[in-house]
């Protein structure tokens, strides 16, 4: 099930990953929140994204050899957006390589360092002197003298005199959001463990964390079993609605998923799931309300209404995640019905409402999800982009996993990788294995690529073999063939049964998502009284598996041409560091219950311009 | 299974209360806390009970007579200590004879007046506009402005979007102690309905109630299923330790029972379980504990010491307890080990901190609890006076139900009443039907009336025939016989079968009861540095069936004869009262937290003069 992951600790800042064999040193760092300098976009030819790896360097890549000396090599310095992480490696980042803003983006949700952690959870040893007659307070009240005041269950107050007179009135107590959860004899305080969760439309994203230290234990992730009842939102709900136990049934595939992934993280860190107490979810409103078995239909009919919108506290077990068995769960709070709790996570992980400037988030997913903060207000839209950019919906599409290619570039020279003799085309692939998809990230390089190239009009044609341009070289020529359906399709790489191909109804979902979510940011600043030149900071958020190169997203009119590209920053899956922030602090939930009410929600189909704003999108820019 | 209750109306209060058929006027204005002057006692001599019974008004006693005009009488003026109800009664009580002290005593429990009846259940109809664009305020929030912030269970707001819809935005909102546990359709906030119980070691009794005025909708009373694992506390704690289910058993069979008296009370007042929103319950240490299925192994052993003190704010769901099923329970909080959540409720009810002079509560039941309150500081005692007093543990004895002797008087003449020929022993019986045993109230009248008689002696002898005094009636002395196992017994009424007797046993069974209550007083008092001539007041509580006579109750020593006998006063249950209060009052609740908080438990057994008061004690009064 799992792929293979490998754990990258950073120096000097401490904190630890583990991410899929393959990923970059780039992305690795940004999964928890260390945006480094990269001018180039990754493309390694800029120099800025030096680190020093102290272990489990790969080989130099030919961009190194440019960089580095011999001895700087030799002393492990390599590129960032180059190096691959295969086995355990430490990476020291020197301050000069980290983005100048890096302290403003995803700094408190990630960074190293005690202050921050303060979760909800606590466990205290204590040793309380046994009841005497001189001494008969009630067993509760003579535990809270050690760990203050507490709210107690029914379930466990039962069990509380035998509890304590078991271990001799030592022990953990397990407090959380001042409710006693438990108390385990001996002293259990160093296993203390929670999960965060971003629960999207096509994928879902969990982490294990350790409460104590802030630290990521294990990461993992897998397709939404939803899927099969529909890919879109609006399916779900109107699948929801279809039969009496419809509800429960996408309420219980969730529920199996988060299990599973529970499952998976728990046994890669050696954790025992009653060590586990306390989750946090963030997800768009109809994932949540689904995920909590609230009802939708409502969610699919105008004016769209949430059946509540503050973050919810809940026992997991009402919830039905095996944890401890009375382990906490929260759930974000959202905006509006469709700008949900994942939205909020990622306003909070980047901190977008105090960022210097006009700000942008926009986090692409099966919906994009776009934000404005302004002089203090924040507005916030979604966009029905579809989960093309999840690989969905694209006839070669995955997720970003072991297999997906994620990174296309077109070499102007001829040696391909791999396969295609003569061929052009290079892939990044994740996890070192053949490639058998492409996932978000590569599909924006390669349609830029192919709009670059020519093959691909600004309308979204992909012209067919006749149609080419005179100058094309033969390799790219070569790839360019018709299918037995009449589309015409792309050859990626691989040859016979294992190819991958870009067909015209894929360049057509690209179009279309790229297009809502560029129609959406031109309304939302529009309302905010904003050009997109003003803007001096975009952060671009999603799991794309990679992050998208900005020249690329500007090149598909994904993101506003107007925008200075050196203003634009990935920020990795925004949503889930939300999540974890929220799971190691609670005042980072009191934050983000502020922020879910104080965005403004826009519909944007409410808006005169949008269908002529969506339509102009449509186009690719020249 | 029920016995026949009648209701009873009081004017000008307009409280209402039904009772056993029999039950005496005085005894069930005591229930709602309007206490009447008696200076004899309820000997039907001093007239200062009058009232008038509109309605239900029973034929006029020979009592009666004496007093009142043949004009009163067909008005229906009767003395309220010699009225029995034995029809739906409205009576009006003048102020002349209401106890000067009253404004004092269960005032806040009882008096009629909304502005004391505060619950924590609120019903609120609404009719809210349904959600437009311009509206588009989650469903929650758009209730939250008719009714305020809310909590909401995960359960419910499953449901609410369509409990909304399915009301077309109209309907009933059921709020508890700031939680949401119901949107019911159309407008139900008429039917508002709580139960309050005593659960008392030998006895259960509860109260269903209008939430809205604070009414009592019907009582209903059985005995603990759990003394047949034993008629005492300790006897349950040692039995909950004895299996592995042994508790479990113990809280099931105590469950029925409430559930028992849910069954009457809704099927008498005709009102729906689901319509039931909240349950209160004052009961002693162990008893609560064992409702709530909390161990109490630890009770039982120095230093005798609860799980928790604090009120329990439950739902009634974890308690078993079939009410609307996301209904509340309030369990009172105890002040230690032996002094509970009944005695909290008693000193709540009958506002003893609140007394003008030194007061004394004695609650009389198979524990005595005892509170002294002087100049602003509390100490409460338990001491384990047995379950003679209910009854329990007497040849003859029965709890104070139809057929049971509540009252007992030698009358000079000859006439008894029934059955015996010669007789000179004169009995009430409640519910006008055959006796069939005596309660509490029986035994210490009987008690008091054979030792002025010289038929008991001081130290406890039930003489034999052949040691009867000499002045004794022949009618006494055919009473007095020897049985089979050699024990004197006397006959208190019946023939044949259904004789009702007392015997030696039972004289030293009620010794010891009231040696145990009186040795109790005598340390409370010496700690409090009083005696008893100091106390202004004397509340005497507990469910007799009958107000205990004090003069007989002083007879007996169950309190000291020191105590000036105008101070006396017979207050009912208490514990039920209080436990009623906190149901239609969460400010009841907060100063039933204080009083639990506030006032010192003192341990009897340590105090060293104890042992010469009990034995001192068990010295029947010359």
Same mark, same amino acid.
């Given at each position: &099930?799992?792929?293979?992951?490998?754990?990258?600790?950073?120096? =000097?800042?401490?904190?630890?990953?583990?991410?899929?064999?393959?990923?970059?040193?780039?992305?690795?760092?940004?999964?928890?929140?260390?945006?480094?300098?990269?001018?180039?976009?990754?493309?390694?030819?800029?120099?800025?994204?030096?680190?020093?790896?102290?272990?489990?360097? %790969?080989?130099?890549?030919?961009? @190194?050899?440019?960089?580095?000396?011999?001895?700087?090599?030799?002393?492990?310095?390599?590129?960032?957006?180059?190096?691959?992480?295969?086995?355990?490696?430490?990476?020291?980042? %020197?301050?000069?390589?980290?983005?100048?803003?890096?302290?403003?983006?995803?700094?408190?949700?990630?960074?190293?360092?005690? @202050?921050?952690?303060? #979760?909800?959870?606590?466990?205290?040893?204590?040793?309380? #002197?046994?009841?005497?007659?001189?001494? @008969?307070?009630?067993?509760?009240?003579?535990?809270?003298?050690?760990?203050?005041?507490?709210?107690?269950?029914?379930?466990?107050?039962?069990?509380?005199?035998?509890?304590?007179?078991?271990?001799?009135?030592?022990?953990?107590?397990?407090?959380?959001?001042?409710?006693?959860?438990?108390?385990?004899?001996?002293?259990?305080?160093?296993?203390?463990?929670?999960?965060?969760?971003?629960?999207?439309?096509?994928?879902?994203?969990?982490?294990?964390?350790?409460?104590?230290?802030?630290?990521?234990?294990?990461?993992?992730?897998?397709?939404? =079993?939803?899927?099969?009842?529909?890919?879109?939102?609006?399916?779900?709900?109107?699948?929801?609605?279809?039969?009496?136990?419809?509800?429960?049934?996408?309420?219980?595939?969730?529920?199996?998923?988060?299990?599973?992934? &529970? @499952?998976? &993280?728990?046994?890669?860190?050696?954790?025992?799931?009653?060590?586990?107490?306390?989750?946090?979810?963030?997800?768009?409103?109809?994932?949540?309300?689904?995920?909590?078995?609230?009802?939708?239909?409502?969610?699919?009919?105008? #004016?769209?209404? =949430?059946?509540?919108?503050?973050?919810?506290?809940?026992?997991?077990?009402?919830?039905?995640?095996?944890?401890?068995?009375?382990?906490?769960?929260?759930?974000? =709070?959202?905006?509006?019905? *469709?700008?949900?709790?994942?939205?909020?996570?990622?306003?909070?992980?980047?901190?977008?409402?105090?960022?210097?400037?006009?700000?942008?988030?926009?986090?692409?997913?099966?919906?994009?999800?776009?934000?404005?903060?302004?002089?203090?207000?924040?507005?916030?839209?979604?966009?029905?982009?579809?989960?093309? *950019?999840?690989?969905?919906?694209?006839?070669?599409?995955?997720?970003?996993?072991?297999?997906?290619?994620?990174?296309?570039?077109?070499? #102007?020279?001829?040696?391909?990788?791999?396969?295609?003799?003569?061929?052009?085309?290079?892939?990044?692939?994740?996890?070192?294995?053949?490639?058998?998809? &492409?996932?978000?990230?590569?599909?924006?390089?390669?349609?830029?690529?192919?709009?670059?190239?020519?093959?691909?009009?600004?309308?979204?044609?992909?012209?067919?073999?006749?149609?080419?341009?005179?100058?094309?070289?033969?390799?790219?020529?070569?790839?360019?063939?018709?299918?037995?359906?009449?589309?015409?399709?792309?050859?990626?790489?691989?040859?016979?049964?294992?190819?991958?191909?870009?067909?015209?109804?894929?360049?057509?979902?690209?179009?279309?998502?790229?297009?809502?979510?560029?129609?959406?940011?031109?309304?939302?600043?529009?309302?905010?009284?904003?050009?997109?030149?003003?803007?001096?900071?975009?952060?671009?958020?999603?799991?794309?598996?990679? *992050?998208?190169?900005?020249?690329?997203?500007?090149?598909?009119?994904?993101?506003?041409?107007?925008?200075?590209?050196?203003?634009?920053?990935?920020?990795?899956?925004?949503?889930?560091?939300?999540?974890?922030?929220?799971?190691?602090?609670?005042?980072?939930?009191?934050?983000?219950?502020?922020?879910?009410?104080?965005?403004?929600?826009?519909?944007?189909?409410?808006?005169?311009?949008?269908?002529?704003?969506?339509?102009?999108?449509?186009?690719?820019?020249?």
């Amino acid at each position: &099930m799992s792929d293979q992951q490998v754990r990258v600790t950073f120096e =000097p800042h401490g904190r630890a990953v583990s991410v899929l064999s393959g990923t970059k040193v780039l992305e690795a760092a940004a999964q928890i929140g260390l945006a480094l300098e990269t001018p180039c976009g990754g493309a390694g030819t800029c120099g800025k994204c030096r680190v020093q790896m102290t272990a489990g360097a %790969p080989k130099p890549s030919a961009a @190194d050899r440019k960089v580095f000396s011999r001895q700087q090599l030799a002393g492990g310095w390599r590129l960032a957006c180059q190096a691959a992480i295969t086995s355990p490696a430490v990476v020291r980042i %020197p301050d000069a390589s980290l983005f100048a803003n890096q302290h403003r983006i995803l700094v408190e949700a990630q960074k190293a360092g005690a @202050d921050q952690v303060v #979760p909800a959870v606590r466990k205290i040893y204590v040793e309380l #002197p046994r009841a005497t007659l001189d001494d @008969d307070a009630p067993d509760l009240l003579r535990l809270e003298r050690h760990v203050g005041a507490v709210k107690t269950d029914l379930e466990l107050l039962r069990e509380l005199p035998s509890l304590l007179r078991a271990g001799d009135f030592k022990g953990t107590a397990v407090v959380t959001d001042h409710r006693l959860i438990d108390f385990e004899p001996g002293d259990t305080s160093d296993r203390c463990c929670g999960a965060a969760f971003d629960i999207g439309t096509t994928t879902v994203v969990g982490s294990l964390m350790d409460l104590r230290t802030g630290d990521d234990l294990a990461v993992a992730s897998c397709v939404n =079993p939803q899927v099969s009842f529909g890919d879109d939102v609006l399916s779900r709900i109107k699948h929801s609605g279809s039969c009496d136990d419809c509800l429960e049934e996408l309420r219980a595939v969730i529920l199996d998923a988060v299990e599973q992934l &529970m @499952d998976q &993280m728990c046994a890669e860190a050696k954790v025992a799931r009653e060590h586990v107490y306390e989750l946090a979810f963030a997800g768009n409103t109809t994932m949540e309300h689904l995920l909590c078995g609230i009802e939708v239909t409502q969610l699919g009919q105008v #004016p769209f209404v =949430p059946a509540h919108a503050r973050g919810l506290m809940l026992r997991a077990a009402e919830l039905g995640v095996a944890i401890h068995k009375r382990g906490a769960a929260y759930v974000f =709070p959202v905006i509006g019905g *469709f700008v949900g709790g994942d939205t909020v996570a990622g306003v909070l992980a980047t901190r977008l409402a105090e960022q210097e400037g006009p700000s942008l988030l926009v986090d692409i997913g099966t919906n994009g999800e776009i934000v404005v903060a302004h002089q203090g207000k924040l507005l916030a839209a979604s966009t029905a982009a579809g989960p093309a *950019f999840e690989g969905a919906r694209i006839s070669c599409g995955m997720r970003a996993t072991r297999g997906a290619i994620e990174k296309v570039v077109f070499q #102007p020279s001829g040696h391909g990788t791999p396969a295609v003799p003569g061929g052009d085309v290079r892939c990044g692939v994740i996890g070192e294995a053949p490639p058998i998809g &492409m996932c978000g990230s590569a599909l924006v390089d390669l349609a830029a690529e192919l709009l670059n190239a020519g093959i691909v009009t600004s309308e979204g044609r992909l012209l067919p073999p006749e149609e080419l341009p005179a100058g094309l070289s033969e390799g790219l020529r070569r790839r360019v063939s018709r299918r037995a359906d009449g589309q015409t399709q792309f050859l990626v790489t691989g040859g016979g049964e294992s190819q991958v191909t870009l067909t015209q109804r894929d360049v057509r979902e690209l179009q279309l998502a790229a297009g809502a979510i560029r129609a959406g940011i031109a309304i939302l600043l529009k309302q905010a009284g904003l050009t997109a030149a003003d803007l001096s900071c975009v952060l671009i958020a999603g799991a794309f598996g990679s *992050f998208i190169r900005r020249n690329h997203a500007q090149r598909i009119g994904l993101l506003p041409a107007q925008i200075d590209h050196k203003r634009i920053h990935y920020v990795g899956n925004a949503s889930l560091s939300g999540a974890k922030w929220a799971l190691v602090s609670t005042k980072a939930r009191r934050q983000a219950e502020e922020l879910a009410r104080g965005t403004r929600h826009v519909e944007l189909s409410r808006d005169a311009d949008f269908q002529t704003q969506f339509a102009e999108a449509m186009i690719f820019p020249h």
